[in-house]
């Protein structure tokens, strides 16, 4: 973010131009505005990025109205299909544990999270970059964005094995027959 506020057309063209930690922008900001309902005060998700992270993981305890996702360093080599599966995967923990995020101490780290967790997350992200993918097709928009569903699924596979998830098997076919 610049500090000036000096030249209106650098200021500009230095937020237009959308940052990885700043992807599925929109997801985000239905969830953050329905959990904001469920918790009656203000919550957001911080995406942070070069933090020096091994692992991409989201982190939430009732004692804080913001959730973090903590991006692994990795994220910056992997192609645009993988990196929104890895994002929409975690925000896929957050829906799983919606009804929960109201409660007095409740708290959750995606890295502890368990099967039946895990298995909802990696479901959620399938299809909500494929929904996602259908509605830049019908509206002619981000073409880095738009995917067929094999290759999406294919990409999928490869980053629940590549997670290092136990019972990575299991989810992948799980996930293979959505
Ligand atoms: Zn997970």
């Known amino acids: 973010m610049p500090h000036t506020h000096q030249d209106p057309k650098i200021t500009a063209k230095n937020v237009a ?26 919550f ?3 995406v942070r990025k070069n933090l020096g992270n091994s ?15 903590f991006l692994a360093d ?7 299909k993988k990196f929104r599966l890895v994002l929409a995967h975690e925000l896929g923990h957050l829906f ?5 995020l109201n409660k007095t101490g409740f708290s959750f780290d995606s890295e502890d999270a368990p099967l039946e967790e895990e298995l909802y997350a990696w479901i959620f992200a399938y299809w909500l970059i494929f929904e996602k993918s259908e509605m830049f097709k019908s509206r002619g928009g981000d073409k880095d964005s738009i995917f067929e569903g094999d290759e999406l699924k294919q990409a999928l596979l490869t ?20």
């Not at 799983?96 to 929960?100: E, G, R, W």
């Not at 094995?161 to 076919?173: F, N, T």
């Open 17 to 42: 131009w959308v940052d990885r930690s700043s992807y599925l922008a929109h997801t985000i900001r239905i969830l953050e505005y329905s959990v904001s309902k469920v918790r009656r005060k203000p």
């Open 44 to 46: 957001v998700i911080i």
């Open 55 to 69: 692992k991409t993981r989201a982190d939430f305890n009732d004692r804080k109205n913001y959730c973090d996702i």
């Open 74 to 80: 990795t994220v910056e080599y992997m192609d645009n």
């Open 96 to 100: 799983y544990n919606f009804d929960n």
């Open 159 to 178: 980053l629940i094995r590549e997670s290092g998830v136990v019972d990575a098997d299991y989810i992948c076919k799980h996930v293979a027959n959505q």
